[in-house]
């Protein structure tokens, strides 16, 4: 069984569309009780990661996810998922769950001369190269697949081995995260189509 993580930050309801897509049973819950039996969990997210923060914690989400990270069970992390597993965001000056070593930052802190070169957030399709290994969740997925994203901050991590798949917005956008059990993408898979599906499908199957 496949747990979900609502702690009020959205992206909640394609996330559950795609996995009935794939006839893949689940839990939605905003408390860690009842996911507690789990095999794995997805934790979406959108929006602000102060706001994120404070329901995690508020929710007892943080303590839950930091044990069952642990304990070796698989969570993959999708948007604003795939961001605040890692150490600090420069958004709202935040410290994250730091279960990756690593910072977010803005794209334009990143690069300042981007400012004039390309719109941030960075909306729209994008494809991937591939980087460090295999990832398992990107098993059978098409080199040349699109993948949709909408976010205007940026994974940095201290270990770059653990980026998996990059895309190309200016400058190099990790887009695919493994660390041990930890997956994570700065994508919606649940909103790119066939390809998309099958990153959701290798992740909850495999």
Known sequence: MIGIIDYNTGNITSVERALKALNIEYILSKNPEELKDCSKLIFPGDGDAAYAMKELDKSGFTTFIKNWIKDGKPILGICLGSQIIFDWSEEGNTNCLGFVKGKIRHFYTIDSSLKNKLKVPHMGWN????????????????????????????????????????????????????????????????????????????????
């Open 127 to 206: 494809n991937l190269e591939r980087s460090n290994g295999e990832c398992p969740i990107l098993k059978d997925v098409p080199l040349n697949a699109d993948f949709y994203f909408v976010h205007s901050y940026v994974i940095c991590p201290d270990d770059g081995t653990v980026v998996k798949a990059s895309a190309d917005y200016g400058i190099k956008v990790p887009a695919v995260i493994q660390s041990g059990n930890i997956f994570a993408c700065q994508f919606h898979p649940e909103k790119s189509g066939v390809p998309g599906l099958k990153i959701l499908e290798n992740f909850c199957n495999d």
